[in-house]
């Protein structure tokens, strides 16, 4: 069974950064696409940023354009999103999904 496991959140000011990593175990990241969401308190789950299946390309919501960086290390089985200059706008708990599993959460609270 396909498990995501997902660290990397806390607390941290505006302005700053946090890098979230997500562990898969029972398979690999190649031609699956993979993904970041995230759900903040009283608000539907939004997906953050993904990594194509063929081509691998990378796709971003408009809100974290130029401030979060998606990418994958395959030969860890871990994928990864840098998060720079974090807004209070995305606290909230992310979580990684692939290959139809999702990860458990892990919770980035954004101080103003």
């Known amino acids: 069974e396909a498990q995501l496991v997902e660290s990397g959140g806390g607390l941290v000011q505006a302005g700053g950064s946090l890098t979230l990593s997500c562990v898969a175990s029972?398979?690999?990241?190649?031609?699956?696409?993979i993904g970041w969401f995230r759900q903040a308190p009283g608000k539907e789950r939004e997906g953050v940023s993904c990594?194509?299946?063929?081509?691998?390309?990378?796709d971003y919501a408009d809100s974290v354009k130029g401030r979060f960086t998606i990418s994958s290390d395959n030969a860890k089985h871990t994928m990864y999103l840098e998060m720079n200059d974090l807004k209070a706008e995305d606290t909230a708990v992310y979580y990684c999904?692939?290959?139809?599993?999702w990860g458990q959460g892990t919770q980035v609270t954004v101080s103003s």
């Open positions: 999904h692939a290959r139809g599993s």
């Open positions: 029972g398979f690999t990241f190649d031609d699956y696409a």
């Open positions: 990594i194509s299946a063929i081509d691998r390309d990378t």
